[in-house]
């Protein structure tokens, strides 16, 4: 099999819209699949990382810890956006464990290098 590495960029926030979990389902998909997935949740995509959210509250299912499940598909680079962060107040939020921190220029170098879905 032809492996690729292939980047997924999470855009929008949790529970807006199916795009995120659509996103999700998509690294899952191509995980399943041995490809080289990696994940960055930017801009709005940011919210998706918060821990303890209660979607079921607004009559939503909880698909962000989906997020959790990643390894198991081995696709072990998830990272959060570090200045998307900071422009919507979070960095001092809770995130979800297995969510790493990334600089702009990293995920710049990312992008360039990968295959990428938006």
Known sequence: MNIKSILIIHTQPAFNDLQGKEALDLSLILGSYEQDVS??????????????????????????????ALDIYDIEKVYVHTNSLVKYGLENNERLSNVLPIEHTDFLALKITLITFL
């Open 39 to 68: 994940v960055v949740f930017y801009k709005q995509g940011v919210f998706q990382t918060l821990a303890h959210q209660d979607p079921e509250s607004f009559s939503q299912k909880d698909y962000t810890s989906t997020i959790k």
